[in-house]
C-alpha cells in the first residue's frame, strides 16, 4: 500500500463527528391559497416540497456540501393544513451512514386565527447521499446523537435502514427469478 493511499484512508476514517443540532433547522412558511388542492385545503406536494427543502437544507449543512435526495419514506400527513397558516418544518440528522444520512422532519401548523400552540400536521423520513462536484458519492461526518431522544432517534433509523435495504434486496430477488422462470423480461 502507497503512503499517499494510507492517508487518504486515515483521512476518511478522522471525520469528525457533528452533534446533531449541529445541522438542525426551522423552515417556516405562510401558506397562500396558491398551494391548495381542489378540496381547500394545502396540496400534500407543497407540504412535501417544504420537506424536502428542509431536509435538504440539513443534510447540506451536517455534510458540508451538496446533497441529494435518495428516498422519502413514512411521509405521514395527520391534520389538513388551510390558507393562512404558517408551517414550520423542523428537520434534523437522525443517522449518517457511509455517505447517506437519515434526515427526520416533523411538519407543525398554527392557525393563522387562533392564539393555540403549533400542531403536528405531518412527519417523514428522507434518506439524502452526499455528492461531490461530478455527482459521485462522498463521506459524510458521522452523527453524534446529544440528548436521549436523538439516541432513541437513531436506534429507529437503523432498523429503518434495515427494513430499506432487505426490501430493495427482496425485490430484486423476486425480479430476477421471474425473469429466470421467463415470467417477466
Partial sequence: MTDQATRSERSEEEIPGKPT????TTLSHIMTGSDTNLLGTVH???I????DDAAGAVAGRHSGGPAVTASMDEMVFLEPVRVGDLVHVRAQ???TGRSSMEVGVRV???RW?????AQQVGSAYLVFAAVDGDGK???VPPVVPETERDKRRYQEAQIRRT???ARRRAIKELREKRVADGIDD
Fill in 163 to 165: 427494513h430499506r435495504l
Fill in 137 to 139: 458519492p462522498r463521506r
Fill in 21 to 24: 443540532a449541529a445541522s438542525r
Fill in 44 to 46: 400534500g406536494g407543497v
Fill in 113 to 117: 386565527n387562533e392564539s393555540t400552540p
Fill in 48 to 51: 412535501m416540497k417544504l420537506v
Fill in 93 to 95: 440528522v437522525n443517522w
Fill in 108 to 110: 407543525m401548523a398554527e
